[in-house]
Nanobody, 120 residues
Framework: QVQLVESGGGLVQAGGFLRLSCAAS????????MGWYRQAPGKQRELVAT???????NYADSVKGRFTISRDNAKNTMYLRMNSLKPEDTAVYYC??????????????WGQGTQVTVSA
């Protein structure tokens, strides 16, 4: 059984930073592409960043240059370093495991989500 557990969310002032972690159990991590999604109140869930097993990354335009996705395959853990946070980054952030399809990701598994709130 695959489990994805996020941590690291919280309340931060605009301009600050947070680092999210996603710990994966099961064998999925070694074969899967991983990604971070977010969902703000009243909005659809959107893809933030993806990383393949080999370390190739892709980012939404809204976070390019501010967020960095990474993974430690030995620890079955993925990270999202978020710098220069803006109030519009406020959302529930979800970890996902799946596969890359073209320019996007198809998630097979989801974490439970972690709240990120950026105050002005």
């Amino acid at each position: 059984q695959v489990q994805l557990v996020e941590s690291g969310g919280g309340l931060v002032q605009a301009g600050g930073f947070l680092r999210l972690s996603c710990a994966a159990s099961g064998s999925i991590f070694n074969s899967a592409a991983m990604g971070w999604y977010r969902q703000a109140p009243g909005k659809q869930r959107e893809l933030v960043a993806t990383i393949t097993r080999g370390g190739n990354t892709n980012y939404a335009d809204s976070v390019k240059g501010r967020f960095t996705i990474s993974r430690d395959n030995a620890k079955n853990t993925m990270y999202l370093r978020m710098n220069s946070l803006k109030p519009e980054d406020t959302a529930v952030y979800y970890c996902a495991a799946g596969y890359i399809l073209g320019a996007t990701m198809v998630p097979d598994y989801w974490g439970q989500g972690t709240q990120v709130t950026v105050s002005a």
